[in-house]
């Protein structure tokens, strides 16, 4: 038999179909995956806060900007702005461990990156003590921006060095700042 007739044979060949307890056993061995929807929490939280913002109507007595209703909606929306945030800077620093960084200070290679909680980075700077740097913007006290996210690249500066980070990947969708803090 030659290679011809060899594959004219397979091609004409049909193989069996598995039978369905094969395919019953093979699901049964991997975990099922569990659907995560936040539709039924979020209109509990809806409810909620609606039913509370009508509570606080009522017991207004004077509007303005002192009403319970005002307060309300301004903590409210605080709130969803911080959760927001986090969720930005959780993906920022998530991308960043993930793109295998590179750290340059002054053109010369650096240590590399360590990653603490709170989605603070430590970047070691020669002769320095660590600086912490974070993507983080709302109310932070002792930080300072010196620098931005572009792309693949962060650069900012600490105490005259040039701190330069290249990615595999990009950082964020959008340019971002960065703020520094040296650690005492």
Known sequence: MNDTELDGLLDSWQAPEPPPSLRARLRARFPRAERRGFRRPLRWLLAAGVATAIVAMAQSSAPGSDSPFVRLVTHVYEHIAEVIETHRVAAMV?????????????????????????????????????YRITFWSRGLQGWSETGSVHGNAIDFLARGHRVHIQCKQPIAGSDSPVYVFQQP
């Open 94 to 130: 998530s991308n960043l461990r993930q793109s295998e960084p590179k750290v340059y200070v002054d053109g010369a290679p650096a240590p590399p990156l360590e990653f603490g909680h709170a989605n603070v980075i430590s970047v070691q700077v020669p002769g320095e003590r660590p």
